[in-house]
Antibody, heavy 117, light 107 residues
């Protein structure tokens, strides 16, 4: 059975930092690119970042470039998102999801990040 | 960035109705298009990939078509469990972009 479990969300002040984790099992994690996708409260879906299977290439949306860093530990089947200089507009549920060629078949349940003073 | 214009933004339909949702890409994306269903408080679920390939375990009343810039998701006979929000996604080029969503409600 496939399981994808995000953690690390919470309330943080503007300018603060958070590190999200995504633990995956039940599929070949090390063989797949992985992504973070977010959804602001009551809004649509927004792709945030992708890391390739070996972790040697990353992509980001412009609004998070220079502030967010995606990484992975294939020995622990875990994906990370380091978020620095957080802004109110980063408030969202953050989902971890797999894939690059035909993306987003496996999803986690999401973790809520709230940026507020 | 490629803009995905999804229409309508919402619709009301009855059980058994045929429903069509459209996504238009601002430039050609081949068949790098997927459709997702999201129910309230849940993660999205992939319905269609490669524009027209039905995800295994998804009912055959769902179908996708199109290529290039025009894409369609069709539900041939709407069922009670289909009331949800639907999104298209282009993954042809980064940044990947979603349509703004179509909320399907009960008439």
């Amino acid at each position: 059975e496939v399981q994808v479990l995000e953690s690390g969300g919470g309330l943080v002040q503007p300018g603060g930092s958070l590190r999200l984790s995504c633990a995956a099992s039940g599929f070949t994690f090390s063989g797949q690119s992985m992504n973070w996708v977010r959804q602001a409260p009551g809004k649509g879906l927004e792709w945030v970042s992708l890391i390739t299977a070996r972790g040697d290439t990353t992509y980001y949306r412009d609004s998070v470039k220079g502030r967010f860093t995606i990484s992975r530990d294939n020995s622990k089947n875990t994906l990370f998102l380091q978020m620095n200089s957080l802004r109110a507009e980063d408030t969202a549920i953050y989902y971890c999801a797999n894939g690059k060629d035909n993306p987003f078949y496996y999803w986690g349940q999401g973790t809520l990040v709230t940026v507020s003073s | 960035d490629i803009q995905m214009t999804q229409s309508p933004s919402s619709l009301s339909a009855s059980i058994g109705d045929r429903v069509t949702i459209t996504c238009r890409a601002s430039q050609g994306i081949g068949d790098a298009l997927a459709w997702y269903q999201q129910k309230s408080g849940k993660a999205p679920k992939r319905l269609i990939y490669a524009a027209s390939t039905l995800q295994s375990e998804v009912p055959s009343r769902f179908s996708g078509s199109g290529s290039g810039t025009e894409f369609t998701l069709t539900i041939s006979s709407l069922q009670p469990e289909d009331f949800a929000t639907y999104y298209c996604l282009q993954h042809y080029t980064f940044p990947w972009t979603f349509g703004q969503g179509t909320k399907v409600e009960i008439k």
